[in-house]
């Protein structure tokens, strides 16, 4: 896959790590379909193809892959970026909200993988890529939905792997940590809130303002390095890594997570000799 141009598809490619990464691969000389509800939003210039696609209307995605391998003759790398935060408590969030978010972020990404793994197959290679998060090992309070999400779809991804490996495509979960992008603010939802949360809200994000002040996300590693790790993944046939940590925060959040879980387990203890057979 390194020896010729090769052709992405991107989706969620208006803005944030999507667009990072859409211009990075076409600058290292790829082509790349970038996707996102807004045509407008997305980056246009040389190798960079834009594309409308809302990855919730299935038939759209059917015909946006029909496209792709039409113009472009190929599809090698394939990656599932759509998606958006949503800040509430669970008794905030009303069954539209949590419907919205999971058939975006997995239901989305399953019709996009179901509609690219026929062309991948018969190519005999591919490479399909979620983009996760940190989050996705551990929670955080207010953003149970997004957990949720994440979760869901790392599971998808994992069990994907497992079941495409021996038609010759590769799966990645990417899981960054904190991304200095307007995800925490332009890409936010939020549920309707309740008086009864303002404290805690007030303590985790510094306000109980809802939607909060759209003044950015305050830091993060800048997307641009995320993408170009992302490539190196990528460009490296012996990276067979199932997860990829991503960002400078994200060994750090992710280590905190497990080792919180794996206390709750050692509580029982069949669990430590079990774990040693496994590792043994």
Request: glycine share 12%; hydrophobic share 45%.
């Amino acid at each position: 896959m390194t020896s010729s141009r090769r052709t992405w598809w991107i989706t969620g490619a208006s803005r944030g790590l999507g667009r990072a990464l859409a211009c990075a691969a076409a600058d290292a000389g790829d082509l790349v379909v970038a996707t996102g509800r807004r045509l407008g939003d997305l980056p246009t210039g040389k190798r960079l193809v834009a594309l409308q696609l809302d990855v919730r209307d299935p038939d759209a995605v059917t015909t946006t892959v029909d496209r792709i391998v039409v113009d472009h003759g190929r599809i090698d790398v394939v990656v599932n970026n759509a998606g958006y935060g949503l800040v509430g408590a669970l008794e905030e969030c009303t069954d539209d909200d949590l419907q919205a978010i999971l058939d975006t972020t997995v239901l989305g990404s399953a019709r996009v993988a179901r509609a690219a793994l026929p062309h991948l197959r018969a190519q005999g290679a591919g490479h399909l890529l979620f983009v996760s998060t940190t989050g996705a090992v551990g929670t955080m309070p207010m953003l149970g939905a997004y957990n949720a999400a994440k979760w869901a779809l790392e599971g998808m991804a994992e069990a994907l792997a497992a079941e495409v490996a021996e038609a010759g495509v590769r799966v990645s979960i990417l899981e960054p940590g904190g991304i200095d992008t307007e995800w925490a603010t332009g890409s936010m939802a939020f549920a309707r809130p309740e008086s009864a949360y303002d404290g805690l809200r007030t303590r985790l994000f510094g306000t109980s303002e809802v939607p909060w002040p759209a003044a950015g996300t305050g830091g993060g590693t800048p997307p641009e390095k995320i993408a170009t790790a992302i490539l190196a993944h990528v460009d490296d046939p012996d990276d067979d890594r199932l997860r990829v940590l991503l960002g400078d925060d994200a060994p750090d959040q992710v280590a905190a997570a497990l080792t919180g879980r794996l206390a709750d387990y050692r509580r029982d203890p069949r669990f430590a000799p079990a774990l040693e057979r496994v590792q043994g």
